[in-house]
């Protein structure tokens, strides 16, 4: 009964199914195997299995090891090799196969287990094209990303550019003119034109992920270079900046990206929503050894709403009604950028906190 059972699986197994012997000639197949390949199989001259399948060495003879090492290159088996059957017709059809071996009256068999792939593979094909094209959405999508980044970053030193020149000019209309002073406003506005022509630089070489701008720089000097801004936006705001970095720390970096870094996330904390208490933010770094560093910018505001925080590093994610969201965006590009990581932080001084790696992947692999 045991045998009747197993003979009408094969029968009316749903993929075809034949059995080859010692010689590789089919000796049983199945009706699915005959539909499949277009006609009879076996009968007054039994096919050879080799004239079907392109390229299959199996006999019936094959060893349990042959067999296993068969069953593993197939599609199924997970290498993702699959073969051509050449049906009677001429046509070919990609199969993945499994075998199994199995003797009767003495005599040694292979299973074969064939299941056309045909719509496998087209889908295989379908999501290939979608994966193209959504790799293409996404290079447009970053070339849009990049421009909003540069309108973004470029914000400030044009306005600051605007505002040294007019500056300038009232210096020489007034009386007596003063162009000592205006020659001063006019540097500095070269400064920042200088500055801005950097910003584009290093966010060419921050999409493509280049580093040739990092070098060995002392943090406290690097940041220190912008708390005169800072300062002047801190007391716009009634709030004030402090910087707690050891002269003597220093770490591999891009500078503009690293100030960049440090003057989004300063701005970001100054410009929180108030609370009842006077804004204070705190910039301070650790030493984390094999040229790794962290550092953290904290502040004593509300801190992060519950909903938000998860959000914060999404791109057009803002709080702010004039926000474009770019800013905590291009925060955490430019951290990736040096090997590291950001995440917010509980505040030691109550508020909301960033804390941001330089190089931390290059102190694991020491």
């Known amino acids: 009964m045991e045998a009747s059972f197993a003979k009408s699986i094969l029968v009316d197994a749903p993929m075809a199914v034949v059995a080859i012997d010692g010689e590789g000639t089919i000796r049983t197949a199945n009706a699915t195997a005959e539909s499949f390949f277009g006609g009879r199989l076996t009968g007054e001259t039994n096919r050879s299995i080799a004239d079907l399948i392109d390229g299959l060495r199996l006999t019936g003879d094959a060893s349990a090891d042959d067999v296993a090492a068969f069953n593993v290159r197939s599609r199924s088996g ?184 440090i003057f989004n996330l300063v701005r970001n904390a100054i410009e929180a929503p108030a609370n009842d208490r006077r804004r204070e933010v705190m910039i301070s770094g650790q030493c984390l050894g094999h040229g790794a560093y962290r550092i953290r910018v904290e502040d004593n505001g509300p801190g992060f709403a519950p909903h938000i925080r998860e959000h914060l590093f999404d791109p057009l994610a803002s709080t702010k009604p004039d926000g474009m969201g770019l800013g905590l965006s291009i925060c955490r590009t430019i951290v990736e950028a040096h090997g590291g990581t950001i995440v917010p932080v509980d505040s030691r001084l109550g508020g909301a906190a960033f804390a941001f790696s330089l190089n931390e992947a290059q102190a694991k692999a020491a």
């Not at 001429?90 to 009256?105: L, W």
């Not at 400064?191 to 910003?199: H, L, S, W, Y």
């Not at 580093?211 to 936006?233: C, D, F, R, W």
């Open 78 to 261: 997970g290498e993702g090799v699959h073969m051509q059957a050449r049906r009677l017709d001429g046509t070919t059809v990609p199969v993945d196969i499994q075998a199994a071996r199995f003797s009767a009256v003495g005599e040694n068999f292979v299973t074969l287990f064939i299941q056309d792939v045909t719509a496998v593979m087209e889908a295989e094909q379908a999501v290939q094209e979608l994966r193209l094209q959504i790799t293409q959405n996404w290079r447009l999508n970053s070339l849009g990303e990049m421009a909003s980044m540069l309108a973004h970053e470029l914000n400030q030193p044009l306005s600051a550019i605007a505002n040294h020149l007019h500056a300038a000019e009232g210096l020489l209309n007034r009386a007596p003119s003063d162009p000592g002073a205006a020659r001063r406003s006019i540097a500095s506005a070269q400064a920042q034109a200088q500055r801005a022509g950097d910003t584009i630089r290093r966010l060419r070489a921050l999409m493509s992920r280049d580093t040739g701008y990092h070098k060995s720089e002392q943090l406290a000097e690097v940041i220190g270079e912008i708390m005169p801004i800072l300062n002047i936006s801190a007391r716009e705001m009634d709030a004030e900046v402090m910087l707690d970095i050891h002269p003597d720390h220093r770490t591999d970096c891009d500078r503009v990206q690293l100030q960049q870094l």
